[in-house]
């Protein structure tokens, strides 16, 4: 490295760096012309004797963030809106006083944490990391909200429960993809179709218990 003349040293590191970047996301990136463009940022990264290629390095590097950053951009978008939808739910499940004065606060700041990771990703393979994330605090949620009912009722005196006891309800978090014994299916009759919705009719059938309600992730 210490052949390298003025700033040749730092191109040459940030080329390395986007190379291990690349590495980690190239499962992830299905565009030609970022696929090329890393591609020859390894060729010159690879080099035994890269010096006169280094001078492309700068055009190459900015072209690979420019792309890089959009394709992240735009695999963040839906999972920023599939996290503030499912605060909103969350915050719909505290339907009292006591609900909402201990709850409200610390789900907005473990939603609003979660937001801000998936804005510091630096790697599209990292988010989908951040949805599966997302449904793990969903669920946590949901039982710390049930948890905390049953607290609450068990801290009622006979003279409180003056209102027939009310059947409990069991919110049960689902996701459609851990419903289904099968990771992939292919349909190529409509008898195909018919056999899959049946499969899911009879798994969410089993899951529905008396005084259960389902929430279903597609």
Same mark, same amino acid.
């Given at each position: 490295?210490?052949?390298?003349?003025?700033?040749? $040293?730092?191109?040459?590191?940030?080329?390395?760096? %986007?190379?291990?970047?690349?590495?980690?996301?190239?499962?992830?990136?299905?565009?030609?012309?970022? =696929?090329?463009?890393?591609?020859? +940022? $390894?060729?010159?990264?690879?080099? @035994? @004797?890269?010096?006169?290629?280094?001078?492309?390095?700068?055009?190459?590097?900015?072209?690979?963030? !420019?792309? @890089?950053?959009?394709?992240?951009?735009?695999?963040?978008?839906?999972?920023?809106?599939?996290?503030?939808?499912? %605060?909103? @739910?969350? %915050?719909?499940?505290?339907?009292?006083?006591?609900?909402?004065?201990?709850?409200?606060?610390?789900?907005?700041?473990?939603?609003?944490?979660?937001?801000? $990771?998936?804005?510091?990703?630096?790697?599209?393979?990292? +988010?989908?990391?951040?949805?599966?994330?997302? !449904?793990?605090? +969903?669920?946590?949620?949901?039982?710390?909200?049930?948890?905390?009912?049953?607290?609450?009722?068990?801290?009622?005196?006979?003279?409180?429960?003056?209102?027939?006891?009310?059947? $409990? =309800?069991?919110?049960?978090?689902?996701?459609?993809?851990?419903?289904?014994?099968?990771?992939?299916?292919?349909?190529?009759?409509?008898?195909?179709?018919?056999?899959?919705?049946?499969?899911?009719?009879?798994?969410?059938?089993?899951?529905?218990?008396?005084?259960?309600?389902?929430?279903?992730?597609?």
């Amino acid at each position: 490295m210490y052949f390298f003349k003025n700033n040749q $040293k730092d191109f040459f590191k940030t080329a390395c760096e %986007l190379e291990d970047l690349y590495d980690n996301d190239k499962n992830y990136i299905d565009d030609s012309n970022l =696929i090329e463009i890393a591609e020859s +940022i $390894k060729r010159i990264v690879k080099m @035994h @004797h890269p010096y006169s290629n280094i001078q492309n390095l700068p055009w190459l590097c900015n072209k690979f963030n !420019e792309m @890089h950053q959009n394709i992240l951009e735009n695999q963040a978008k839906p999972i920023k809106q599939e996290i503030e939808n499912d %605060l909103d @739910h969350m %915050l719909k499940e505290l339907n009292s006083d006591d609900l909402n004065q201990e709850f409200e606060a610390k789900f907005k700041d473990r939603f609003e944490e979660l937001k801000d $990771k998936l804005a510091g990703c630096r790697e599209i393979s990292a +988010i989908p990391g951040i949805r599966n994330e997302n !449904e793990i605090l +969903i669920n946590r949620c949901m039982d710390e909200i049930e948890e905390f009912k049953q607290k609450l009722a068990e801290k009622q005196t006979p003279e409180e429960v003056t209102q027939p006891v009310e059947p $409990k =309800i069991t919110k049960k978090n689902l996701n459609l993809k851990n419903i289904s014994s099968k990771t992939r299916i292919t349909i190529e009759k409509e008898e195909d179709i018919d056999n899959f919705i049946e499969e899911l009719r009879k798994k969410l059938k089993d899951e529905l218990e008396e005084d259960t309600i389902i929430n279903l992730r597609i």
